[in-house]
């Protein structure tokens, strides 16, 4: 994937308990596959959809900025910003004690 079309992460904090990613998402950009080590929250930025390729298919996730939710470890996909305006969210992965 070129660079200029992959989503850009910012770890803002990395501790031993909690890691807390900015991410941001240029039109087109996308994360890559990636499979989550950590339980995760997500906390939209940004309002619209986002589309997500997983293991079983391709869909579609309408995020409401300020509207949080959360995924447990494991779970893999490629998400990418089908809008023409730029995306973020912050991911608040939850760290095993």
Do not use: C
Not at 11 to 27: G, K, L, S, Y
Not at 44 to 55: F, K, N, R, S, V
Not at 69 to 89: K, L, Q, S, T
């Amino acid at each position: 994937m070129p660079d200029d079309l992959r989503a850009v992460p910012t770890v803002q904090i990395d501790n031993d308990r909690v890691r807390v990613t900015e991410w941001r998402f240029a039109p087109g950009a996308a994360t890559g596959w990636h499979r989550h080590e950590y339980d995760y929250t997500v906390v939209p930025m940004t309002t619209g959809p986002l589309a997500i390729t997983g293991p079983s298919g391709d869909t579609t996730a309408a995020l409401v900025a300020g509207a949080p939710y959360f995924r447990p470890a494991g779970v893999e996909h490629d998400v990418r910003n089908p809008n023409g305006f730029e995306f973020v969210f912050i991911e608040i992965e939850l760290k095993a004690r």
